[in-house]
């Protein structure tokens, strides 16, 4: 019952965190438009924008690293089904975080 809870609460946390990416996104678009007097703002919302991609990228970056450690892991050593069903379990999750990551930064790149 406690994780069910915890997923519902995580999910609306999840959906107010991209209303305001949404947010952000459109105010960014509109100071865009409107920069002539607003050059230190605009900038502040550029690095914004610069700083979440670059972390984008080092997420992608890292998840990519496990989900191609966890290939090798399952190719190169003789563990029990088990184990080769939980390691193929655990990067399926990985590769799913790690496209929502590149949806995410194309979303934010566009």
């Known amino acids: 019952m406690d994780i069910a809870c915890n997923d519902l609460v995580r999910q609306r946390i999840m959906e107010k965190i991209q209303e305001k990416e949404t947010e952000l ?28 991609r670059d972390e984008k990228l080092k997420q ?26 939980l390691l193929k379990q655990d990067q399926k999750i990985i590769l799913d975080k790690l496209s929502g990551i590149r949806y ?4 934010i790149t566009q």
Not at 25 to 46: F, M, R, T, V, W
Not at 60 to 85: R, W
Not at 104 to 107: D, G, N, P, R
């Open 25 to 52: 996104k459109e105010s960014y678009i509109n100071l865009k438009k409107n920069a002539s007097g607003n050059n230190s703002l605009l900038d502040d919302y550029e690095q914004h924008y610069d700083y979440i």
């Open 60 to 85: 992608i970056n890292v998840l990519s690293n496990i989900a191609e450690h966890l290939d090798k892991l399952v190719m190169n050593t003789t563990v029990l089904n088990e184990q080769t069903a």
């Open 104 to 107: 995410e930064l194309a979303e």
